[in-house]
């Protein structure tokens, strides 16, 4: 399957155009797209809880949580507004398009006004990506989100003004982040534009080696989109080998959808049931049975320590001479009652005086 998860959209959008768009991006052979919104300015002031303006236009990808409508937008009789449009079901028009998700792209100048508010966008869209404006931004977007973005999208067209460490590169490939190029930006600008872009690409190439790399188009209309084949070609004059390449619109991509769909359908990202085997209990039941067994196996833990020794103070013994350092008062029979270490000790010693006491009395009576 292909992904291209950058897909410029914005509330002026027209949605015939939109429409047009998805619809050549489904025959140039991408199964799942993303609409991105971009969000600068001031995003602290936005106001809580973030709502999303992106219309719902085909059913949820599988790895996300079912909680959205599966009917579509019909694109062909609605503008778009503010506002998302209304909802009808219109089968045919979601044939047509590619599985659609949900993007927001933060422009992030300062991280300490935005930290904080990365786990709202997080809920409110399916992915979530960042573009740092200075290289403050950059060490903040690779090592210190409270919520690890599942993109980082740089401005390749613009200089960027600091150098890219291989260090921090990967440390955010490591937490799971994975590095966007969007080969429109190349595209559409003027000699100045393309020539930092890519400058730009060598360098994140350089500091990447390659790894974590995701191509997308950030196509603005249907002229903006490219075939596999042609962006393959074009990420290897770029320095991105073809298998790289292929990776970054197949396997890599596939693997940031999958994984932002377990963290949000998924307890904290970490555990997540896919499905019972068939005759097999419900998933509350399993684990009732499951945490019956734990206990059963813990009692059965504490019993066979009693009964086995190993030091330990105990009443009564279950076996042959009680256990290593105990004594027993009738010999160690089944049920016999046993003795401490202590107990055993005070007895010997009040034994042995004795038979002093009764030595040093004969000898007193001859």
């Known amino acids: 399957m292909l992904y291209d998860l950058n897909i410029a959209w914005s509330p002026s959008v027209v949605a015939s155009d ?10 140039l052979g991408y199964d799942v797209v993303a609409l991105n919104h971009t969000v600068s300015g001031s995003i602290p002031t936005l106001p809580s809880p973030i709502t999303n303006p992106i219309p719902t236009l085909t059913p949820p990808h599988p790895s996300y949580p079912n909680n959205r409508t599966a009917t579509s ?3 062909s009789t609605t503008a778009a ?21 949900r993007r927001v792209t933060l422009v992030v100048t300062d991280p300490a006004t935005t930290n904080y508010r990365l786990p709202d966008f997080a809920r409110a869209y399916d992915l979530l990506a960042v573009r740092p404006a200075n290289e403050k931004a950059f060490s903040w977007a690779c090592l210190a989100t409270t919520e690890p973005p599942a993109l980082i999208s740089l401005d390749l067209t613009a200089f960027l003004g600091w150098h890219i460490h291989h260090r921090t590169a990967m440390a955010a490939v490591h937490r799971g982040t994975r ?21 730009n690409v060598l360098g994140l190439l350089r500091a990447t080696k390659g790894r974590g790399i995701i191509v997308s188009s950030e196509a603005r209309s249907a002229l903006g989109l490219r075939g596999p084949a042609d962006v393959v070609n074009l990420m290897a ?10 990776e970054a619109m197949e396997a890599g991509a596939r693997a940031v959808v999958v994984n932002e769909g377990i963290k949000r359908r998924g307890f904290r990202g970490v555990v997540d049931i ?6 097999g209990t419900d998933p509350s039941a399993a684990t009732a049975a499951a945490r019956d067994a734990e206990r059963n196996n813990n009692n059965n833990g504490k019993r066979l320590k009693g009964t086995a020794g190993g030091g330990q103070k105990r009443k009564y013994g279950g076996g042959g001479g009680g256990g290593d350092g105990a004594a027993s008062v009738c010999g160690g029979g089944d049920g016999q009652q046993t003795l401490s270490k202590r107990q055993a000790k005070k007895m010997k010693n009040e034994a042995a005086e004795k038979k002093e006491n009764t030595l040093a009395g004969g000898g007193n009576s001859k």
């Open 18 to 27: 939109l429409e047009r768009t998805l619809k050549f991006a489904k025959n």
């Open 73 to 75: 937008t019909n694109l």
């Open 81 to 101: 507004t503010g506002a998302p449009p209304p909802t009808v079901t219109s089968p045919d028009t979601s044939a047509n398009l590619p599985t659609v998700l």
């Open 179 to 199: 590095f966007e190029i969007s080969y429109s930006q190349a595209l559409s600008g003027d000699s100045r534009a393309r020539s930092n872009f890519i400058g």
């Open 237 to 246: 004059v770029w320095g991105l080998g073809p298998e790289r390449g292929s």
């Open 274 to 279: 896919v499905a019972t085997a068939p005759g």
